[in-house]
T-cell receptor, first 116, second 110 residues
Framework: AQTVTQSQPEMSVQEAETVTLSCTYDTSESDYYLFWYKQPPSRQMILVIRQEAYKQQNATENRFSVNFQKAAKSFSLKISDSQLGDAAMYFCAYRSAETSGSRLTFGEGTQLTVNP | EPEVTQTPSHQVTQMGQEVILRCVPISNHLYFYWYRQILGQKVEFLVSFYNNEISEKSEIFDDQFSVERPDGSNFTLKIRSTKLEDSAMYFC????????FGPGTRLTVT
């Protein structure tokens, strides 16, 4: 079974600074997807960014980028120019690509605080 | 932009009662999911549904739970005889590939 671990329960960053959230995962599969979801106080789950394991290039979405290290099974999220609206719980998630429609497996989450 | 919707946003029920949580997935999506999140904990997978049948379920999804797609748009989660520990946020999601989540239903069992 796949597992996802987020070792940082809480992180804080100053507005306009950069922060990196860590995630590691364990799998025996070679084909999979990794995601970061944001959960603000409303508790809505919002997809931030996705990475396909077969792609060597790290995904980027505006101020959000990932550092995907397949051999190390590491998938960190970098938020640049942090904004107050980035404050939320962030979940790392894994999905197998070997079967269609497979489940998401989530990490425990990292609560990000952005200080003005 | 199309989105997943869920009703009700908050449901309060007494222990032992049955509840039905409703979801309207994005119209051209083929896979549907239910997840739950107990307050302060991570999001946990309950069940996935494809082609009018369950494609995968977790160990949490026991005989107390059932899912149904009663018509072409709704996707429901029924919890029979609710327990206190069923209090959680229940999320519906749908996908072609990425899973898009609804806003959730907060279930409180008293």
């Amino acid at each position: 079974a796949q597992t996802v671990t987020q070792s940082q329960p809480e992180m804080s960053v100053q507005e306009a600074e950069t922060v990196t959230l860590s995630c590691t995962y364990d799998t025996s599969e070679s084909d999979y997807y990794l995601f970061w979801y944001k959960q603000p106080p409303s508790r809505q789950m919002i997809l931030v960014i996705r990475q396909e394991a077969y792609k060597q290039q790290n995904a980027t979405e505006n101020r959000f980028s990932v550092n995907f290290q397949k051999a190390a099974k590491s998938f960190s999220l970098k938020i640049s120019d942090s904004q107050l609206g980035d404050a939320a719980m962030y979940f790392c998630a894994y999905r197998s690509a070997e079967t269609s429609g497979s489940r998401l497996t989530f990490g425990e989450g990292t609560q990000l605080t952005v200080n003005p | 932009e199309p989105e997943v919707t869920q009703t009700p946003s908050h449901q309060v029920t007494q222990m032992g009662q049955e509840v039905i949580l409703r979801c309207v997935p994005i119209s051209n999506h083929l896979y549907f999911y239910w997840y739950r999140q107990i307050l302060g904990q991570k999001v946990e997978f309950l069940v996935s549904f494809y082609n009018n049948e369950i494609s995968e379920k977790s160990e949490i999804f026991d005989d107390q739970f059932s899912v149904e797609r009663p018509d072409g748009s709704n996707f429901t989660l029924k919890i029979r005889s609710t327990k206190l520990e069923d209090s959680a946020m229940y999320f519906c999601a749908s996908s072609p590939s990425e899973q898009y989540f609804g806003p959730g239903t907060r279930l409180t069992v008293t």
